[in-house]
């Protein structure tokens, strides 16, 4: 992503840490409750990006979905981030934040 957070963590280092998600959160709350999508957000503008947020609703299509994906994945200075319950995957916990990194296009999965 070539993001540089402009924060010094150890030494010469400039890394992202967990002690840099209290810009919109109190990190004991992050700890105790996660995050929400507009946290998430505000955390990645916080750490200098540009964020455009959507949310799929009832007029969104998931072709229009599936465009995007395929538009992001093939550039490099986009990035989606899925929010999404991990309960609808049969996996442990719920709310999950996910990079899409590709798409398969022949098999339709990211």
């Known amino acids: 992503l070539e993001v540089d957070p402009g924060k010094v963590w150890k030494g010469p280092w400039r890394w992202y840490h967990e002690n840099m998600l209290d810009c919109c959160v109190p990190i004991n709350v992050i700890e105790k409750s996660g995050i929400t999508f507009d946290q998430f957000s505000c955390l990645a503008v916080c750490n200098t990006l540009n964020v455009r947020s959507v949310r799929a609703d009832a007029s969104a299509s998931e072709d229009e979905f599936r465009q995007l994906v ?22 442990t916990g719920d709310g999950h934040f996910s990079p899409i990194a590709g798409y398969h296009p022949g098999r339709d999965l990211v």
Do not use: T
């Open 70 to 91: 395929k538009r992001v994945s093939k550039g490099s200075e986009e990035v989606i981030v899925a929010s999404y319950s991990r309960k609808g995957l049969d996996q």
